[in-house]
């Protein structure tokens, strides 16, 4: 989508949609009154048959009839109190309201660069459908293709800046939902490793592929046997973003179970359909280090994807096996459907030796335990930092992501004892995000490390606010928010 910034009037600019927010079907702004006027002062009786009371994103579309220069007027429902979420509304809004419709004018209640980059990050992201396999008639017509945002000086430096910084996170997101959204005989382990590798050297970005035999030299054990009931290699990605001058260094981690059947202890029928999105956290991965080089942020962002398969084939791992791990530490498997933990252990290992950053974040769509205890519209943040909480939980705030700190309860430690091995890899029945991200902290070392549970709002069965149904794209626009926050410390 082509975004641009105008100074023309709501009623001179040429569009097939005007659309503008209200906080009330009484108190109008000057613009709407004057659209109001130009519409021969209509809006109150419509209002009234249509059941419209300016609820936030509720919305109403008219004919313009010629009455101005757009074809039809869009008005949307909006909070009044938060300039930022309102843009975001009407934004979104615009998308929706669209049917053949392939322009938009937007009239933002406040005209700065907050209100800029989260309307573009709404439209571009509100745009968003995927239709990669649909033939013929079947296939996505599109909605907006072009839009403007009035009030707004393209030579405005600030409104400049802020619209590139909404366009690269919304791109962004929308690459990692088109990630998870790909079925897994397409987006297969050396598929998105692919990816990774391809996006990342159109930006001038060295990236290193890691496969089974540079694996298995490594001694990647707890990855690889996840991998062995697999027909398709496993692949580890390392990405490096590291900019001149940059005092910073964060690694992210992303699970990358491209499809994950349960194993051995395999999932019912129903449990698996969607099991292509347990690699989102590779997904998320991806857009946040994309997103890092592109806005040429001055932090050294590196990422880290595992990517494989959790199969059943003839040498798939069992409930019972001893796998040494990278770290040195031996792990008794309990449940081969907790796989995904034993991927990012070995990859949290190698980063923490051979990277050293200052500071590790995995994202992982990790357990179903979360999801029970937080729903599918939030995710779990798991850190012992408390400064480092604070300042993800004010990104997430900043991007409109939902984060809930969970804590990292010492007195289910124990469960992860095992008699045999240094560790198991489940702890026991209740409890259990908590001692998946327990058994992660196992292998972290004294680096600063934040593990966010992503199971939940990654992958959606219906569309939820400005979320769209399938594939979410959540944490990148964290992610970049908290980089961001990072880099202006200096």
Not at 251 to 257: I, R
Not at 408 to 426: G, M, Q, Y
Request: with cysteine; net charge neutral; aromatic share 6%.
């Amino acid at each position: 989508m082509k975004i641009q910034l105008t100074t023309d009037s709501p009623l001179a600019l040429e569009a097939d949609l005007l659309v503008i927010g209200t906080a009330s079907t009484t108190k109008l702004s000057d613009d709407l009154e004057k659209i109001d006027r130009a519409m021969g002062g209509t809006l109150a009786e419509l209002w009234k048959d249509e059941g419209f009371e300016a609820k936030s994103g509720q919305r109403v579309k008219l004919p313009a009839r010629g009455r101005m220069k757009a074809k039809w007027l869009v008005v949307v429902g909006i909070g009044g109190k938060d300039a930022v979420a309102d843009a975001r509304t009407i934004a979104h809004a615009a998308t929706k309201a669209s049917s053949r419709q392939k322009s938009a004018a937007i009239v933002l209640p406040t005209v700065d660069a907050a209100s800029v980059r989260a309307a573009a990050e709404a439209l571009i992201g509100g745009a968003y459908e995927y239709g990669d396999y649909k033939t013929g008639d079947r296939k996505p017509k599109g909605g907006l293709k072009s839009a403007f945002l009035l009030g707004a000086d393209k030579k405005d430096r600030a409104l400049k800046q802020a619209l590139h910084e909404g366009t690269v996170v919304a791109e962004c997101t929308n690459l990692a939902r088109d990630l998870v959204n790909a079925p897994p005989n397409d987006m297969h382990p050396i598929a998105l490793a692919d990816v990774f590798r391809t996006e990342a050297e159109k930006l001038g970005l060295k990236a290193t592929v890691f496969g089974k035999k540079e694996l298995e030299k490594k001694g990647m054990e707890l990855f690889l046997a996840v991998n062995r009931g697999s027909a398709i290699e496993p692949r580890m990605v390392h990405v490096a973003y590291e900019p001149e001058g940059a005092t910073k260094k964060v690694a992210f981690v992303g699970k990358g179970l491209t499809f994950d059947s349960g194993g051995l202890c395999i999932k019912p029928p129903k449990s698996m359909d969607t099991m292509k999105c347990d690699m989102a956290g590779a997904a998320a991965t991806i857009g946040i280090v994309l997103a890092a080089a592109r806005l040429k942020l001055p932090v050294a962002v590196h990422g880290v994807i595992g990517c494989t398969e959790n199969m059943t084939g003839a040498a798939a791992y069992r409930p019972g096996d001893v796998f040494k791990s990278l770290d040195g530490k031996t792990v008794e498997i309990i449940n081969t459907d907790a796989e995904g933990r034993l991927v990012l252990a070995d990859c949290l290992s190698w980063v923490r030796d051979e990277l050293a950053p200052d500071l590790m974040i995995d994202h992982a769509t990790l357990t179903g335990a979360c999801m029970v205890a937080l729903g599918n519209y939030r995710a779990g943040l798991f850190t012992a930092d408390d400064d480092l909480a604070t300042k993800y939980a004010k990104a997430s705030e900043v991007a409109d992501e939902k984060f809930w700190r969970m804590p990292l309860d010492e007195d289910l430690r124990s469960s992860l004892d095992s008699t045999i091995a240094d560790l198991k890899h489940v702890g026991g029945a209740y409890g259990g995000s908590i001692t998946a991200a327990l058994f992660l902290r196992e292998f972290v070392g004294k680096t600063p490390w934040m593990h966010l549970d992503i199971a939940g709002p990654s992958f959606l069965e219906g569309a939820h606010g400005r979320a769209p149904r399938g594939g979410t794209g959540f944490g990148v626009a964290t992610g970049v928010r908290f980089l961001e926050a990072l880099g202006a410390e200096g």
